[in-house]
């Protein structure tokens, strides 16, 4: 079988969705399948090979100058394809060029509108591509900001045409609220034109169908899967070091930092040598954030430190390693939670808020504790329960047989082919 994932690209940075396609692609592979993942706006970023073509499809600098310079959107393919070069989008992605949906709204509603909007020649070239040269059985789409395309690719391609739905109301929540309907409502009516869509949990399944309108009889739950390769974390035996606490994921208000650190100056209360240790993605946008969520920790600010974004798997291995407990309070109801994975992958427990995909994930692997929501002392309690050795030992255990039994890349791609079939019987 021949599957085109069209994913999307994250401006730079370790994207948590694009990461996630990428490892998909490959268990599909790894699976006797061809997969073409194609990347759209920017080159993916992953720290593991990439399994996305080199091409670049609806270039982020062409799509800006499309939206922006009148006339753009008019010029021969001959003179503007240069621009989609995947090193030139990645030195503009580096210039600090925003990705903040506060600041996309405009851009996000003329994307959407596909055909009908300034884009309908970087849409043409996709469909055409997909349709004329790759001829796959089935077409994916990662993210249901693409769907402007769908419509003229569906009068070339008659395979199945899905869409992984996996975050796309956080992006839209964010949009300034005079976009943010219009943007909703352009996406509600043309995703009815997909044949299906595919979430990572029962949770989300409910959630989105009702968010964006969309028959929820449509929806089909693929499992999260993470390659264990070079996860070499092991629950561990030794007990004699002060009790770290880790986050790792974006650093954003959405990702709950800012919970994570009252918890953070709650615990020490009771543990006066805890200490946290913070990974992720900083955009620039955030730095401010960063520092006031860091300076409200007062005196215990020298038990806080803040390592950066990790540049390789390896590097980030030996982050969760270095680990007691990792927690990620986000504010938002997380869809997929990969970070959670990777923690019980190398035998860290994890401490999360009882919503989002977090209670399905806990209740399959038995890897951690679920606090209530936003609530800096719930989430204290929970961190001073896992450190505890024997509790914390037999949570990290179960965590690490389970995700590997639950969450494998074979689990994840045997699931895709079986929905995958349904559609093209």
Not at 225 to 230: L, Q
Not at 266 to 272: A, M, T, V
Not at 324 to 334: A, I, K, R, W
Not at 402 to 409: A, C, G, L, M, T
Request: glycine letters at 8%.
């Amino acid at each position: 079988m021949h599957i085109a994932i069209v994913t999307a690209g994250g401006a730079g940075m370790f994207c948590g969705s694009c990461m996630h396609d990428n490892t998909w692609a490959r268990s599909l592979m790894q699976a006797g399948h061809e997969v073409s993942l194609i990347p759209t706006y920017t080159p993916i970023r992953v720290d593991d090979h990439n399994e996305s073509q080199e091409k670049v499809f609806f270039g982020g600098i062409n799509v800006f100058l499309n939206e922006k310079v009148p006339g753009w959107r008019f010029l021969p393919r001959a003179m503007t394809r240069w621009l989609d070069r995947p090193s030139l989008i990645q030195w503009a992605t580096s210039r600090s060029v925003s990705n903040n949906a506060e600041d996309l709204g405009p851009l996000t509603i003329s994307m959407v509108k596909g055909e009908s909007g300034p884009h309908h020649a970087a849409i043409r070239e996709l469909d055409e591509y997909i349709s004329d040269h790759l001829k796959p059985d089935v077409v994916i789409f990662s993210n249901a900001l693409l769907v402007g395309a769908v419509r003229e690719l569906k009068k070339r391609f008659s395979g199945p045409v899905l869409c992984v739905l996996q975050g796309d109301d956080v992006f839209l929540d964010g949009l300034k609220p005079n976009y943010r309907e219009t943007v909703i409502d352009l996406i509600s009516e043309r995703a009815q034109e997909f044949d299906g869509f595919l979430v990572h949990s029962h949770f989300y399944k409910e959630y989105i169908s009702n968010y964006l309108n969309l028959p929820v009889e449509k929806f089909s739950v693929i499992p999260l899967g993470i390659d264990f390769t070079g996860h070499d974390g092991k629950p561990k035996l030794d007990e004699d070091k002060a009790f770290t606490v880790g986050y790792f994921a974006r650093i954003a208000p959405e990702k709950g930092l800012h919970h994570l650190v009252n918890g953070f100056v709650e615990l020490r209360k009771q543990l006066p040598n805890a200490t946290l240790r913070i990974g992720g993605y900083l955009g620039p946008q955030f730095q401010n954030y960063l520092d006031e969520t860091l300076a409200s920790a007062q005196q215990h600010q020298s038990a806080i430190e803040y390592i950066g974004s990790p540049a390789t798997q390896c590097e980030k291995v030996e982050f969760l390693k270095s680990l007691d407990v990792l927690s990620v309070p986000t504010e938002f109801l997380e869809p997929k939670g990969l970070y959670v994975l990777e923690a019980m992958a190398n035998g860290i427990p994890v401490v999360q808020p009882s919503h989002g995909s977090f209670p399905e994930i806990i209740s399959s692997t038995g890897g951690g504790l679920l606090v209530e929501p936003k609530n800096p002392a719930a989430l204290a309690s929970g961190l001073l329960a896992l450190s505890d050795y024997q509790q914390r030992h037999e949570l990290a255990q179960i965590g690490w047989e389970k995700v590997r039994e639950f969450y494998s890349p074979e689990a994840m791609s045997a699931e895709t082919i079986r929905v995958i079939n349904s559609f093209l019987q």
